[in-house]
């Protein structure tokens, strides 16, 4: 059975920084699309960081480009999102998500399938 385990997140002061980390676990699919989104309340899910395991290119949301660094490791199958400089705008519930091998907008939501349990970051300025 497909699964996302999520670990990580908290409280912290704006400059400070998170690691967050996702293990994947029961997926047939030998290349998948790998991604951290998040949700603030009120607002709708939005891509952080995400990655075709086996291709080179890393795709960032613009706001995160610089602060945060996404890093797959296959022999463990998880997915890590290192968050610096951590901002205010920043706060919201993270999800990581997978999604089989398709054509597709690789931070867009309707690209993936599975989805983790979601882990609370919050920024206080």
């Known amino acids: 059975q497909e699964q996302l385990v999520e670990s990580g997140g908290g409280s912290v002061q704006a400059g400070g920084s998170l690691r967050l980390s996702c293990t994947a676990s029961?997926?047939?699919?030998?290349?998948?699309?790998l991604g951290w989104f998040r949700q603030a309340p009120g607002r709708e899910r939005e891509g952080v960081a995400s990655?075709?395991?086996?291709?080179?290119?890393?795709y960032y949301h613009d706001s995160v480009k610089g602060r945060f660094t996404l890093a797959y490791d296959k022999s463990k199958n998880t997915l890590d999102l290192q968050m610096n400089n951590l901002k205010p705008e920043d706060t919201a519930m993270y999800y990581c998500?997978?999604?089989?091998?398709?054509?597709?907008?690789?931070?867009?939501?309707?690209?993936?399938?599975?989805w983790g349990q979601g882990t609370q970051v919050t920024v206080s300025s």
């Open positions: 998500a997978a999604g089989p091998p398709r054509s597709g907008e690789p931070l867009g939501v309707s690209l993936y399938q599975y």
């Open positions: 990655i075709y395991t086996g291709a080179n290119p890393t």
């Open positions: 029961g997926y047939t699919h030998s290349r998948l699309w």
